[in-house]
């Protein structure tokens, strides 16, 4: 029998008027059925038997629903996880889940079966479990830094992208915590970032003296597990003085500046200093002895050792213009310290302390030791001239608290600059 050629409407109808007689034919007629179906419309014997066993024409197809691979108690293992690492990109909880786990299985009690679900679940799942549990973040202020104008011509300015493959050439800026009054002394932080190990550390400096801010700089020089090669500032006269100029040049740290009001300049360094410093303290006024003594000692100890040691980061590997838009590919998360380790030039004696730190500290445990200093500190802000600060308890972690909405007044429109090193 030759093969004749019908359109899909024919060959529907067709399907409807064999359906029934196949289905109540015997096994013999069955494959004379078959064969003529098949010569009819050309579908292959196979298919066609799969047409007239299935459901009725027209009737609607029953949906076709997967079992639920992640069950809730590694649901809520995640978002447990998740809280204590401070609210991380997916990618980047993928990343640290092996290294928590040896920690979360003894403080969350996991089952052998939730430990196999958490190392196997893909970012993209981890976005999808943890949607229903995520706040917005708030948008960040600008500054309150003054351009100087000392020395300007001996510090180069730096416009290009950082294309460097050793560790020790950094981004430095002060975060003014004045609240909505900028007059008088208050706390600055002086964040320093690491560009190709994204390396951060911190110091609380009371006031944004020459002096204060050198003696800072080389507390936090103190603290690197790798030489200081090279920082790179803002025009604020807090580093462009002659203080700071001479102290580079007799510890052979090349000193270069951006361009006056252009934040993409220190792109890695403003994108730190909302993860590092504005999403912990929020935007409420600090301005005694005690409060910068507070936050000085937590940059110092609990803080570094948990973002240097225990939270991974991703960095941009490449651009690609993709039509009008540009694709960004980023390397596979790691922490700053496995990036340290990676690197050459280190400081035994500070790798060694961080390694013994690393196997010994609790993740846990530092977060919850994070939040109740944040919460002490916090109980010194001064309330005169900050954010207005909510009465009523809170269950949330601080680190989320603070970084939720502030006063309208506070809300400055966000910069646009856009960080080389991660967007999340």
């Known amino acids: ?17 064999i359906y029934q007689r196949y289905r109540l034919a015997a096994r013999p007629d069955k494959q004379r059925i078959l064969d003529e179906f098949c010569a009819v419309t050309g579908h292959h014997r196979k298919h ?23 069950g809730p108690a590694m649901v809520e293992a995640l978002r447990a996880i998740w809280e204590a690492a401070g609210y991380p990109w997916s990618l980047r909880l993928k990343a640290l889940l092996p290294l928590w786990l040896p920690w979360a299985r003894r403080r969350l009690r996991l089952r052998p079966a939730v430990e196999t679900q958490l190392l196997a679940i893909s970012p993209r799942q981890i976005d999808r479990r943890l949607a229903p549990h995520r706040r917005l973040l708030t948008k960040r202020l600008y ?34 915590h004045c609240g909505s009054f900028g007059d008088g002394e208050f706390v600055h932080s002086l964040n320093l970032t690491d560009i190709h190990t994204t390396w951060v550390e911190t110091a609380a400096v009371l006031g944004k003296s020459q002096a204060a801010v050198q003696a800072a ?12 090669r090279g920082i ?20 052979e740290i090349q000193f270069t500046r951006g361009r006056p009001y252009k934040k993409d300049d220190n792109a890695h360094i403003e994108q730190k200093n909302w993860t590092h410093v504005r ?6 006024r600090y301005d005694t002895p005690a409060a910068c003594t507070a936050m000085h000692a937590l940059y110092a100890h609990e803080l570094r050792l948990f973002q240097n040691l225990f939270l991974p980061s991703v960095k941009l590997a490449r651009k690609e213009r993709v039509g009008s838009r540009l694709r960004r590919r980023y390397d596979a998360p790691c922490t700053p310290f496995e990036r340290v380790l990676a690197g050459a030039d280190l400081r ?8 013994r730190y690393r196997e010994g500290l609790d993740p846990f445990a530092l977060a919850r030791a994070i939040d109740q200093q944040l919460e002490r500190i916090h109980a010194l802000a001064s309330l005169r001239h900050g954010a207005p600060v909510d009465p009523a308890p809170v269950r949330r972690p601080v680190r989320q608290r603070l970084s939720i909405k502030p006063s309208p007044h506070l809300v400055a429109r966000p910069s646009r600059s856009v960080t080389s090193e991660t967007a999340r």
């Open 143 to 176: 500054g309150r830094t003054k351009p100087g104008s000392v020395l300007k011509h001996h510090i180069p300015v730096k416009t290009d992208r950082w294309d460097v493959t050793t560790a020790g050439f950094t981004e430095i800026d002060l975060v003014a």
């Open 48 to 70: 066609a038997i799969r047409v007239l066993n299935g459901p009725a024409p027209g009737a609607t197809r029953p949906p076709r629903r997967r079992a639920a691979t992640y």
């Open 279 to 284: 999403k912990l303290f929020g935007y409420v």
């Open 232 to 251: 790179d500032s803002d025009n604020g006269s807090e580093f462009i003085n002659q203080h700071l100029w001479e102290y580079c040049q007799a510890q």
């Open 1 to 17: 029998m030759e093969t004749v050629i019908v359109s899909a409407r024919a060959k529907g109808e067709y399907v409807q008027a």
């Open 348 to 355: 035994p004696e500070i790798v060694a302390q961080l390694r």
């Open 217 to 228: 700089l080389e507390e936090l020089r103190a603290r690197l597990p790798f030489r200081l």
